[in-house]
């Protein structure tokens, strides 16, 4: 009994540290703010990872090395920047109407934003579906944002040219290329083209299109009039200012990530800041990119071609400069011919089924792992779908929880109910252990010695209650990810007080619910839901054999109040599943104990 009783105590304060250090943390010491400083726009080119902001003349690459051939070319110069630093950051607005050379307005029922004219870049992207804050009438996500603005985030596109025989490189399209557009919108199935010309041979195409969610698909095309053969690298970029700030939840990875040659690599902010500045791989289709918890701006490029990918970190002007980038193998453009290059940027919101729809239509390999499933993703990722289903069937997310959690106890049926009906017996043999541990108590080898026979008498075993407890953590794991990381919880009511399923009870007994008007510590925030939790938790103890050991036995009563306190600052639809499993596992247990005929005392 004793090893049965740390056993369990193991494995409860187990889950309570793993889920629960990292809520606390919080807490006690919240994460500081994001620095709001300005700097320039200028980008590290993806064409060598030693180039810094900085180098050469804007829009010109530096100077090659003649015999390049298919090497990696020099980096191009940095841009300059088309908005001067100023004492404070402009609000997105004013840099967006800050911009010279004119913008290309994107309208989409999904995307709303703008193309930069000058440097052809995407650095103005709105999703309308989704707000800010769960007021329907609060600000729309911005995803992308223009330099000189507060939070610089943007995607960009272009070439780098390899030098001549001569040593002389061909001008490429850089920051402040001033394109020329076939249109003013860009629309669902209505591209916008851009061409420029460079004046020495060289005409430049770019193609932008959208499709009816988040995926923009860009095609380059080079078109030689001059008179000598000409090496183009292809590349793609990300470039995002400021450390945003994120969750600070080890289980949830935000931050650079991609998948090279089939694998999954994450490298969070802090990493690029205390190892290497810049960490490159070479790989063979794939995609890279960098993820919020719920939002992710991903380069998909050509999945046949072998791509040198980078993630960076710079310090420019005071403030961190992270960019995630990809160069492709260079093209030759022959005198009178024209090479044509298609790569995809995804920006939006991380829908499982977009994901896993555009990994099949466009062979992005392992596209949906931009979700982090985490390290059991074979469930995980059932497990959400399997909600998804029950939510269309059931019209709302938390009765799809519910239904779901229902599911998992029929699934476990068979093994809970050995487990309970071992648990039953040995609440029946209470009384028997009790005379025994008096009769030996100062002998407590003679006490094991006749509890384990009383035990092989009896045919009832101290452990197996414990195993379904211990197959059920990684389902619960798995759960609790899929309720932490899915977007679908995400301002999803449930009824009565419960408008968010992804935010903790905003209830608070501690103010008796509103009633008194005072600021609370955090930490006594504690909602209806949280403290119905507490309650079953404590009552589904009731039910089970007590410890013998009386220290034991006052850890076990401490641990529903240590678990209301920690679940109150969890997502409420988290709370709402364990509140639902609780009362699920004690209606299983008092069938299982009144056909035994066992009362909840313990005697028959």
């Known amino acids: 009994m004793v090893e049965q009783r740390n056993l369990i105590l193991a494995v409860v304060l187990s889950i309570a540290v793993l889920f629960g ?7 006690i010491v919240p994460p500081p703010e994001p620095v709001e400083t300005v700097a320039g726009e200028a980008t590290t080119s993806p064409a060598e990872p030693g180039a810094l902001p900085g180098e050469g003349s804007a829009g010109a ?3 090659p090395a003649a015999d390049s051939g298919g090497a990696v070319p020099s980096a191009p110069g940095a841009e300059t920047a088309s908005m001067p630093a100023t004492a404070g950051a402009m609000s997105r607005d004013e840099a967006i109407a800050a911009t010279e050379g004119g913008r290309v307005a994107i309208d989409t029922p999904r995307v709303h934003g703008s193309i930069r004219l000058r440097g052809a870049r995407l650095d103005d992207l709105t ?3 989704y707000r800010e804050e769960l007021d329907p009438n ?8 223009p330099a000189g603005s507060v939070d610089p985030y943007y995607a960009e596109f272009g070439w780098v040219a390899a030098a001549t025989p001569a040593g002389v490189s061909q001008p490429v399209p850089g920051p402040e290329t001033q394109w020329q557009a076939s249109g003013d919108t ?3 199935n209505e591209p916008i083209t851009l061409t420029w010309d460079n004046g020495q041979g060289l005409r430049f195409v770019r193609t932008v299109a959208i499709d009816e969610n988040y995926m923009f698909t860009m095609t380059q095309r080079v078109e030689n009039t001059g008179g000598e053969p000409v090496t183009l690298y292809p590349y793609g970029l990300v470039s995002r200012t400021d450390r945003p700030k994120t969750t600070g939840i080890w289980i949830l990875h935000e931050g650079p990530l991609g998948v090279f040659d089939g694998t999954l690599k994450e490298v969070n902010y802090k990493d690029l800041e205390e190892d ?7 790989s063979t289709g794939g995609w890279i990119g960098i993820t919020d918890k719920y939002w992710l701006a991903a380069l998909a490029y050509d999945q046949q071609a072998e791509a040198t990918t980078r993630f960076t970190r710079r310090m420019v002007e005071g403030r961190e400069r992270f960019q995630v980038d990809y160069r492709l193998p260079g093209e030759t453009v022959a005198p009178g011919s024209s090479v044509e290059t298609t790569n995809r940027l995804f920006a939006g919101a991380k829908k499982v089924q977009l994901l896993d729809g555009y990994e099949e239509k466009y062979g992005i390999t392992n596209f949906d792992l931009a979700i982090d499933f985490g390290w059991f993703y074979f469930m995980t990722k059932p497990f959400f779908y399997g909600l998804l289903w029950l939510e269309d069937v ?22 809970a109910n050995k487990s309970y009906k071992s648990m039953t017996k040995m609440k029946m043999l209470q009384p028997e252990m009790k005379k025994l541990q008096e009769r030996f108590k100062d002998d407590r080898q003679r006490m094991s010695q006749e509890l384990m026979m009383l035990y092989k008498r009896e045919k009832a075993s101290p452990v197996s209650g414990c195993l379904p407890i211990l197959i059920q953590i990684p389902v619960f794991f798995s759960l609790y990810k899929v309720l932490f990381v899915s977007i679908e919880m995400r301002h999803a009511p449930f009824y009565g007080w419960i408008h968010d399923l992804s935010a903790p009870d905003p209830t608070n007994v501690f103010t008796l619910f ?22 079953t938790m404590f009552l589904q103890q009731k039910l089970n054999p007590a410890p013998p050991d009386p220290t034991q036995a006052r850890i076990m009563m401490f641990l529903p109040i240590m678990f209301t306190f920690m679940l109150a600052h969890f997502p409420a639809g988290l709370v709402i599943y364990w509140t639902w499993n609780n009362l699920l596992s004690m209606a299983q247990q008092w069938f299982i104990m009144k056909r035994m005929g066992v009362s909840v005392s313990g005697e028959k």
């Open 127 to 129: 999703l309308p579906t």
């Open 21 to 27: 250090f990292e809520m606390v943390w919080r807490v």
């Open 186 to 188: 860009l629309h669902v």
């Open 276 to 282: 290497e500045p810049t960490v490159e791989q070479t």
């Open 394 to 415: 059931l019209g709302n997310f938390g009765l799809a929880i519910l239904g779901f959690t229902v599911l998992i106890k029929l699934a476990f049926f068979p093994l």
């Open 61 to 63: 690459p530096g100077a």
């Open 514 to 535: 509103g009633l008194i008007p005072w600021d609370t510590p955090a930490f006594l925030a504690i909602g209806i839901w949280p403290l119905i939790m507490g309650v």
């Open 138 to 145: 609060s600000p729309p996500i911005h995803l992308f944002s």
